[in-house]
């Protein structure tokens, strides 16, 4: 249980470097041995116990970019490419959940029109957040496709899985809100009208 403490530990450290595209150096795998050093020592595993051993070999072994590196976590090239391809994931998945708030906070800006604005205004502003909650929902249904699928490649997605989850109510919010401005509700807003009935309904 304390070895895979460690691997979790070191697969943070690795995961968030590529996931925030800073490149991977021998002065990194030294951080990372140093950060399994002293978990090891938090954790008070020996230096010579096997899970101890059998971390620091894989760094004897590793050849990452055709170099070796002073740290020790991947046994094969194969190691990197697999953290690679889950930070990929991960900040994908982060660059998605951003383009959705860019999105909500566009709306937040129709969904208060001047005060003391006029009723014809009003309903101007409403019907323009209407139509960018419209597209709103197309970009929270790309993310929520992504992190369902390829997403599960990421070890901790399902933080962004949840996040999906709050951004469909607030949305569903955000448009009955709206609705309510021009006096209308949800059956007037067709397919997404029904989306967000079906939703508070199974909440």
């Known amino acids: 249980m304390k070895q895979i403490l460690i ?7 690795v995961s968030s ?16 041995g140093k950060a399994i050093k002293h978990s ?3 954790f008070n595993i020996k230096k010579k116990s096997n899970g101890y051993d059998s971390l620091r070999g894989y760094g004897k072994r590793a050849a990452v970019f055709n170099k070796k590196p002073k740290g020790f976590f991947f ?5 990197i490419w697999i953290f690679s391809v889950m930070g ?5 998945s982060f660059v998605l959940e951003e383009a959705e708030q860019t999105c909500m906070f566009g709306n937040f800006a129709l969904s208060k029109p001047p005060q003391y ?6 309903d101007e502003f409403s019907n323009m957040s209407i139509a960018a909650l419209t597209a709103c929902f197309k970009i929270h ?3 929520t496709l992504f992190n369902n699928t390829i997403g ?6 399902f933080a962004y899985r949840t996040y999906q989850e709050a951004d469909e109510l607030y949305l569903c919010s955000q448009m009955y809100k709206s609705l309510k401005s021009l006096k209308q509700g949800f059956e007037h807003a067709g397919d997404l009208g029904q989306r967000c009935i079906s939703l508070y309904q199974k909440n």
């Open 40 to 42: 090891a020592k938090f």
């Open 141 to 143: 249904d790309t993310a």
């Open 88 to 92: 990929s994931v991960g900040f994908t």
């Open 7 to 13: 691997v979790i530990i070191t697969l943070i450290l």
């Open 75 to 79: 046994k094969t090239k194969s190691g």
């Open 17 to 32: 470097c590529i996931t925030y595209q800073q490149p991977i150096t021998n002065n990194y795998y030294s951080l990372i």
């Open 152 to 157: 599960y490649i990421y070890p901790f997605g």
């Open 117 to 122: 604005s006029k009723k014809p205004v009003r």
